[in-house]
């Protein structure tokens, strides 16, 4: 038996060092600020920097409006195809499987090319950004609302909530959306995590976001960078936290994102 | 007996207005189908007719020809090259990882701190990711710097450097073997205890249970998820921007360049690049779902 456990353990020793070593090296990177002695001095600079709150606020809006944007579409759709139009599936899974063949850097090319010119000039406005977002969250939106929808059984309960006089709309924001809202918060704070950090998008359409931000700090700061990494990790620890939280105890848990 | 009949009475009489109410039916999915057109589906055709056009907009195969010159070929390969080395890097050691967690013998918070773990860490990337691994192996990095104090050895003198395709690579991983480790797991699950007991009974050695056993199984899921952590190697962009600010012929670095401005000095080659990135990732993507088909076969 001891012997049996010597690979396993070297394994994790191995995985250990190479993912926790680039995180102490970051922090302690992070503390370097001050000559010859640690201090939290880049994050003092990070957090006092307004162009920081703006670009991070800015994100946050940016990323809660592409959930709501999201949900939205996706939600009724899935719903709608589910009862009514089951021979459209795999259209809907072709199409949310697309974004993962189209790069980001490929779709913004695409939308740029498109949008910049009449009869539609939408790149002066953040809405084709925000559209974009919506099209890359797609992928796991899909995935995560078709597995909630599977789980629930959305006939019986769409024809209780229709004997008892509900509408359409009723039906969908008052059974269906509470029915699958540890798939849609899966959904949402995937979006979040992934929207708030997002650079190749939102700097080739130009919009004062997280992303853009972060790059322009690398190029001229030595240690405040790797206090936004280490900012940055968190944030997205505490995203994936809560949705392994939400999703304790269901099987299917959707954490992958595309590429970036 | 009387259900059906009952069953099939309530289909006739919804014969009638049936044409009607598929119409409306169809309604329903317009939304979705029309921001689908209108900001992935028509932004991708675009792309991909300019790629077969001049810039008089007639039809040509001149953009595709192009492509094959050495300085595009160049940066495919090394786009290529990254993603197959990080990916056959990410599908051996994420399995082992993965394994090791599962099947190790090993208490079982360690899976559970992994997938955690695994979970946050495939979802860092981009500039962050590309912070991290400065401040680690960059010129003043932590690692570089204890080389140089600890044993007086200066790893960029020895050739190393971060923002080559070394580093790149180094740098991708930490995106890869996370991903192999969650898109792995679920098989390693399905892999069943009774066929080792089966194949040990049958006096297998651990050699001959991995060999006729467990790698056949194991197989089309290694491969499909080796494809695609290719393809998510091939599409990074912010990565590859943030740590190597370009100087990198890598192709999406390329794509990037050609929307800031045009360096090809022709607009329809820049569609032409685009269009030959879609192909292979759709390649990958399409090889990766085929396979994911086969091991469903096996393990549910």
């Keep these: 038996m001891k012997k049996q456990r010597f690979w396993p353990i070297l394994m994790i020793v191995l995985g250990a060092i190479y993912f926790l070593l680039p995180l102490y090296a970051t922090f302690e990177f992070s503390l370097r600020e001050r000559r010859g002695e640690y201090s939290f001095d880049s994050y003092a600079n990070v957090l006092a920097d307004s162009q920081f709150r703006d670009s991070f606020i800015y994100s946050v809006v940016l990323a809660l409006a592409t959930i709501v944007v999201s949900l939205l579409l996706i939600v009724p759709t899935a719903f709608w195809v589910h009862l ?4 459209l599936r795999p259209v809907m899974e072709f199409i949310t499987l697309l974004p993962f063949v189209i790069p980001p850097i490929v779709l913004v090319f695409g939308l740029i090319r498109i949008y910049s010119r009449p009869p539609f000039v939408l790149v002066s406005s953040p809405a084709l950004l925000v559209a974009g977002y919506v099209v890359l969250s797609f992928p796991y939106m899909y995935r995560s609302v078709d597995t909630g929808l599977r789980a629930i059984d959305v006939r019986s309960l769409t024809e209780a909530g229709q004997s008892l006089g509900a509408g359409w709309l009723t039906i969908l924001f008052r059974v269906i959306f509470p029915n699958l809202r540890i798939s849609l918060l899966n959904g949402a704070f995937l979006t979040f995590a992934i929207v708030l950090g997002e650079f190749t998008l939102a700097t080739m359409l130009n919009w004062p976001a997280f992303g853009p931000y972060l790059a322009l700090i690398g190029q ?16 997205t620890w505490i995203c994936i936290g809560l949705i392994q939280l939400f999703s304790r105890g269901s099987r299917e848990q959707t954490q992958l994102a595309g590429t970036r | 007996m009387a259900d059906k009949a009952l069953e099939k009475g309530v289909k006739l009489a919804a014969a009638r207005p049936r044409t009607l109410r598929i119409n409306l039916n169809w309604l329903g999915v317009v939304p979705f189908f029309l921001f689908s057109l209108l900001f992935l589906i028509l932004p991708s055709l675009f792309l991909l007719v300019g790629s077969f056009q001049n810039e008089a907009g007639d039809f040509t195969l001149a953009n595709i020809g192009d492509l094959f010159q050495p300085f595009i070929l160049n940066s495919y390969w090394l786009s290529i090259q990254v993603s197959a080395v990080t990916a056959l890097a990410g599908v051996i050691f994420g399995f082992g990882l993965a394994y090791a967690s599962i099947r190790g013998g090993l208490p079982r918070w360690i899976r559970g701190g992994l997938m955690t773990f695994s979970g946050v860490a495939s979802n860092f990337a981009g500039i962050p990711l590309a912070f991290a691994f400065i401040a680690t192996l960059g010129r003043t990095g932590f690692i570089t710097m204890i080389f140089k104090n600890v ?48 194949s040990e009974n049958l006096g297998a050695t651990n050699f001959q249970f991995w060999r006729y056993v467990a790698l056949p199984i194991l197989t089309p899921a290694l491969l499909g998820t080796g494809v695609l952590l290719f393809g998510n190697a091939f599409g990074a962009y912010a990565t590859a921007f943030a740590l190597t600010g370009g100087s990198l012929n890598l192709v999406p670095i390329q794509i990037g360049a050609q929307i800031r401005g ?20 759709a390649i990958s993507i399409g090889i990766s779902l085929l396979l994911q088909r086969r091991t469903s076969r096996w393990i549910q």
């Design chain 1, 220 to 235: 001229n700061r030595a240690y405040e960078p790797a206090a936004l990494a280490i900012l940055s990790f968190g944030l």
């Design chain 2, 262 to 281: 045009d360096v090809l000095h022709n607009p329809n080659l820049g569609y032409a690049l685009a269009f030959g990135m879609v192909v292979i990732m």
């Design chain 1, 84 to 87: 009514k139009l089951p021979q």
């Design chain 2, 151 to 198: 044993l007086g050895l200066n790893l960029y003198d020895t050739g190393f450097s971060l923002y080559t395709f070394l580093g790149l690579s180094l740098t991708y991983m930490y995106f890869q073997f996370p991903l192999m480790v969650l898109i792995i797991a679920p098989a390693i699950d399905g892999l069943k205890q009774q066929w080792r007991e089966a």
